[in-house]
């Protein structure tokens, strides 16, 4: 074997092991979602929030697998393992690994937006169908083998291809928008509000809410800086952008919230959500200001979907990875730019079409998806179920079963 075949199959090796590395950490993220959720609702909802997030990631793997992955980027697994090796060390493989990770945070956001009430199958039906379906619909057209059909619609508008580096809308912004259709038809939990007052249900578990946010955070570096996709590509920029976002998240909450823990933790993760679509163009310092403008975003908009809208969204997922996805979009457009400090490559109105492009297709499929369910199966605990809580009604036992023993 010469020498440049020696390099070359070190360098595929490398890219191979570079992308595993980065899906191991994006995996890692999903216990983070469980212990945010897990922290947020009551001690009656714990066991179904852990089984929610394990269990949608198993479908979504499956589903992605055999369709969502083919949807997006033509390729099918289904030949003999010496051909999906090829001479590639199997890299479509991994690179379906990472990508599977990202593509199963969409049942995932989901679940803290309706969790206490919803009824465990139709929902993991309903995880199955967007991940195996209506999100590599849209993967395809913004980075798949589709993306000529509506990428080339934005150039021909706004002089760029809409950019979305690490998926602030395609990830984010998808899974926060298709969330809201289905915290609306469920309605708030009993009790939420009652005789035209606001009854706020405190969260169980600070330090669960926290390690969540901890665990999340950490893995973001392989979602950001690990869609570079090969070992070449990768960039320091990404890197700190993403942290520089996440402390501008975690300091304009700090401030705007007056120091309350659960904002905090959470406008760390407005934060990262933000800048992923611009992490690899915005200079640091404009990625800290996207950063904080999106915990901003998040502490008022949190607010103003509880107590004004009325819409019980137990972990506040429209406004963190809906909205603070759709801004992330839009910032990259802004602070991209040349003119403050960016590496260009990206328009404004590229930018703002793509991500109302996202919302459209994500309000358009959650009605018609869980509309369909709850004029069917429904999606609704029972009246009973929901009071002794998911724990006991779906799994049949309690987060803390000594208590019961005692």
């Known amino acids: 074997m010469d020498a440049a075949s020696i390099a070359t199959g070190l360098r595929t090796s490398a890219d191979v092991l570079f ?17 945010l959720e897990v922290g947020t609702v009551r001690k009656k909802s714990q066991v179904n929030a852990f089984v929610k997030i394990l269990t949608d990631w198993s479908v979504s793997t499956i589903v992605y697998f055999m369709a969502g992955f083919p949807i997006a980027y033509g390729i099918s697994f289904l030949h003999p393992a010496a051909d999906l090796m090829g001479k590639t060390q199997g ?39 967007f991940v195996g379906l209506a999100y590599p619909l849209f993967e395809s057209l913004i980075w798949g083998q589709n993306k000529a059909l509506l990428q080339d619609m934005f150039k021909t508008l706004g002089g760029f291809e809409f950019h979305d580096y690490a998926g602030s809308v395609v990830v984010h912004s998808m899974g926060g928008w298709i969330a809201l259709p289905a915290i609306m038809i469920l309605g708030a939990r009993r009790g939420r509000y009652s005789h035209g007052r606001s009854n706020p249900i405190p969260v169980s578990n600070i330090p669960f809410l926290a390690l969540g946010s901890w665990i999340l955070a950490v893995g973001w570096f ?18 700190v952008n993403s942290l520089l976002a996440m402390v501008g998240g975690v300091l304009f909450a700090l401030v705007i919230s007056h120091n309350d823990p659960g904002f905090i933790h959470n406008g760390a993760l407005a934060g990262l959500i933000a800048v992923c679509a611009g992490s690899d163009l915005m200079h640091p310092l404009a990625a800290f200001l996207t950063g904080g403008i999106a915990a901003a975003i998040f502490v008022i908009g949190f607010k103003i979907e509880q107590e004004k809208l009325r819409i019980d969204d137990v972990l506040g997922v429209w406004p963190l990875h809906g909205i603070c996805g759709t801004w992330g979009g839009i910032a990259a457009g802004i602070f991209g730019s040349k003119t403050f400090g960016g590496l260009g490559g990206v328009s404004f109105l590229s930018q703002f079409l793509g991500s109302l492009a996202a919302v459209a297709f994500a309000l358009a499929f959650g009605f018609a998806v869980y509309s369909l369910l709850s004029r069917t199966v429904g999606i609704r605990l029972d009246p009973e179920d929901e009071f002794i809580g998911p724990d006991l009604a779906i799994h049949h036992i309690d987060a803390y079963p000594e208590d019961q023993v005692k």
Request: proline share 3%.
């Open 222 to 239: 392989g979602f950001n800086v690990m869609s570079a996709g090969q070992i070449q590509a990768i960039s320091g920029l990404v890197a």
């Open 91 to 129: 890299y479509d493989l991994v690179h379906y690994f990472f990508l599977l990770c990202f593509a199963a945070c969409i049942p995932a956001i989901i679940s803290g937006g309706i969790a206490e009430r919803a009824k465990y199958w139709p929902q993991l039906l309903a995880g199955a169908v």
């Open 19 to 35: 992308l595993m590395l980065g899906a191991v950490m994006v995996f890692a993220m999903h216990a983070g979602f469980a212990f």
